[in-house]
Every structure is written in structure tokens, then in C-alpha cells.
């Protein structure tokens, strides 16, 4: 009885240490060709498709942040394109949060519904953004990232982005406050 329970013992270690060996092997990556400018890529049993324009890269679901880190490095190596388009085809973190990457350059596609579906795995959060925050500033929320033990940091890049000075009241607006704030941002370190 004994020795049947130590060769069970045996198996069950053996099982448990091949798996776990298993799991920390990097993921299946690979970017394949379908037809003419079309590709597909693969990030273990997740897979997304592109397609490479004159104009940029237009790219379904990102996946997630690793893998779309990935994807930027090869666009940028075989294409020598940026992504200009990514569109969701649903709204589940795991296939949209690796859009964050991208988001420099691309803009975003999805149904109605999905903006409000894409929110962080622990729900909203409310913020101030520090007055006079400029591009290029990142901001950091202790514990509100991804769900882990201990939770993940969420960090925020600010973009900012100018209204179009495109009726002749905008334009007026835009001059008074060129007069009144004595800014000229080319004379201004860059942020």
C-alpha cells in the first residue's frame, strides 16, 4: 500500500511540476500572411488580423498590452507603418486592453456600447487631472490596475488635444488668449 502511495505521490508531483513548467514558457507568437496585404497574428490560442495600407496599419482586437507591445515592434520592423485604426469587435478587457498601446497613433473603432464596456477590471475611478498637465505627463493610481495580488498601478498618459479653431469666434478666442498669456510654445522646453 505504501509503495502504491508514494508512486501516486510520484505522478502527482510529476504532473504538477510539468505543468507549471509548462505555463512559464513564453506564449506562441506569430504573424502570417493570408493574402495580398492581409496578415493574421497569434498570441497563443488568441488570434487578430491587419491589414497594411500606404496610409497605415488598420487591426482588429489588440489583445492584450504584451502582445500588442509585440505587434508595435514587428509593424514598425517589417511594415515600417504605424497603426491608424483599431476596431473592437466586443468589448472584453482581455482583447481591448492592449489598444493603450497603439493609442499614439491610432483611432479607435467600436459599436455604440463599447466605450462604456471597456472600463477597468475593478470597476471607474474618479480623478483630477493636475492643472497645467501637459502631453507626454503620466499619471500613476496605486492599486486600481489589473486585478493581482497585490492590484496592479494604473498609469494614465495625458494627451492633450486643441478644439479646432474653425468658426470666426473660435478664431478670436484663440487670439485673445495668444495676446493675454504671453506663451510661445516654441520657445518653451518641451514637456
Do not use: C
Not at 18 to 46: C, E, M
Not at 51 to 59: A, E, F, S
Not at 142 to 169: C, F
Request: glycine fraction near 6%; aromatic fraction near 8%.
Amino acid at each position: 500500500m505504501r509503495k502504491t502511495q508514494t508512486a501516486l505521490l510520484i505522478v502527482v508531483l510529476a504532473a504538477v511540476a510539468t505543468s507549471a513548467f509548462a505555463q512559464q514558457k513564453p506564449p506562441a507568437r506569430s504573424i502570417v500572411n493570408v493574402t495580398g496585404q492581409l496578415y493574421r497574428a497569434q498570441n497563443d490560442n488568441h488570434y487578430t488580423v491587419f491589414l497594411v495600407t500606404p496610409d497605415g496599419i488598420i487591426m482588429s482586437d489588440p489583445i492584450n498590452r504584451d502582445f500588442a507591445r509585440y505587434l508595435k515592434a514587428e509593424f514598425a520592423t517589417r511594415f515600417k507603418q504605424p497603426v491608424r485604426y483599431i476596431l473592437y469587435t466586443h468589448k472584453d478587457w482581455d482583447h481591448a486592453s492592449g489598444g493603450v498601446v497603439f493609442a499614439d497613433t491610432a483611432t479607435f473603432v467600436g459599436h455604440a456600447n463599447m466605450r462604456a464596456g471597456v472600463a477597468l477590471p475593478g470597476g471607474t475611478i474618479n480623478m483630477r487631472i493636475p492643472a497645467g498637465a501637459q502631453t507626454g505627463k503620466q499619471l500613476r493610481v496605486r492599486g486600481k490596475g489589473l486585478a493581482s495580488d497585490p492590484p496592479g498601478d494604473l498609469y494614465i498618459d495625458i494627451r492633450i488635444v486643441a478644439p479646432p479653431a474653425d468658426t470666426p469666434e473660435a478664431k478670436k478666442l484663440y487670439e485673445t488668449m495668444a495676446r493675454e498669456f504671453a506663451f510661445d510654445p516654441r520657445r518653451e522646453p518641451a514637456p
